[in-house]
């Protein structure tokens, strides 16, 4: 009866969200999740509390945890303390959280995978659970281990705005392709349960972090979706345990979370008449660093060009991991502009053959058998191999295919 009821004299449809929801005035509202019902206007410039005459449609779930609430005084800058990163990569994490903090799911949004690099002991699971969690998207369970399959990472994404993968210590090429569709939109399908024909469709897409010792991101495709941290270990002298910590930081969470919202308020004042001038794949995330340079009164352009030499790093790290890459990287360097090698497949595969190790040769998953294969293979790390400044043309396809390969020259400056 409600389903009749919703579909003959429901007026329209309703969208739904999770923790953010646009307002038609260019503003957000942020559902802070507590008993009250509070919501946070961003809008205007300005940030304010309301428990009423919100029009915004939540799905509130069960895990679901407060926010922090609103201060009087507002300083994100609290936050640097509690972090070991560099001054411009505190920034970018400054810019991370705002943007994931302030962008609604929607068909159009994208939100790039935060990826953090540390070594035991060095705080990654207190900052992506601490630090994270507690200003972005605070649930239950902070933190968890890797789904092994996508339908259960479907499934978490229904229940969270936000999620964070502990430990995870490698994942192979086939599912980096599911953090890549929650990065930039994708779904899974099924048969509805109890149906022959009906079908169900969950959504990929939100913001997730990934934790780790060791270095995750070995396709390039992914890493053009990523902003990489690397924490350094803390010194002996300085180190505290977890619930100091936390205590320091719950102290100062309203001033540090009212100081991301009014940024967060002067970005959107100005981010629609932004000129982006480092492009990156993250178009709207670069968007938001070119407006968050204006509202801190940056160098224009130092985070955006900060940002793609985050993604640039990722690529070569890409690039080393795999090893034939790592082969074309190195031949290609040993052939500047204007001395391209031009040549064919079998000619290349059996130059980038030379000084491998044999295991390496045997192995179809990480060489190719064939120069057939080789030519397959190759307009997949295209892209990564430009970022770092290799020339790579295929040519036309056929007997009398070429290839060109080298390294572009290193353009001199006059000081």
Known sequence: ????????????????????????????????????????????GEVFEITSGSECIYQRMENS????????????????????????????LIGWMTYTLATPKHKHAGFPILVIIASPGAGK?????????????????????????????AISRQNAHLLIYDNIREFDS??????????TGGAISGRALYTNAQEFTLSLLGPTVLNSIH???????????????????????????????????????SIIFTGLLQLIADILAVIDDVDVCHASRM???????????????????VLQKAYLDN?????????IEDPLSNAVLE???????????????SRLLLALSEGQRPNVLRSTKHWPQTPISLGKRLPAIEKSLEAQGVILVLGERGKNRRITLGMKAIESTES
């Open 311 to 319: 993604i640039n790093t990722s690529m070569l790290e890409a690039l």
């Open 125 to 153: 699971s207190f900052f992506c659970k601490t630090i994270l969690r507690t200003f972005v998207d605070p649930v239950t369970n902070p933190i968890g281990i890797f789904t092994k399959t996508v339908n259960d990472m």
């Open 283 to 301: 178009m709207q995330f670069s968007r938001w660093l070119a407006a968050m340079e204006i509202c801190l009164a940056l160098e224009p352009g």
């Open 1 to 44: 009866m409600l389903s009749a009821i919703a579909e003959f004299d429901g007026e329209a449809d309703l969208d739904i969200y999770k923790r953010v929801a646009p307002l038609d005035s260019g503003g957000i509202e942020i559902d802070v999740c507590d008993n009250d019902g509070t919501r946070i206007r961003v809008e205007n």
């Open 174 to 183: 086939n599912w980096s392709d599911h953090p890549c569709n929650a990065a």
């Open 65 to 92: 945890l407060a926010l922090p609430s609103v201060a009087e005084e507002d300083d994100f800058t609290l936050l640097e303390k509690y972090v070991r990163l560099t001054d411009i990569d505190f920034y970018l």
């Open 331 to 345: 031949f290609a360097a040993k052939h500047k502009e204007p001395d391209l090698w031009v040549g064919t497949p």
């Open 215 to 253: 270095p995750l991101i070995k396709e390039g495709d992914c890493a053009t979706r990523t902003l990489t941290f690397q924490l350094e270990p803390m010194p002996e002298e300085e180190r505290k345990d977890e619930m100091t910590l936390s205590k320091e930081i719950m102290a100062e969470k």
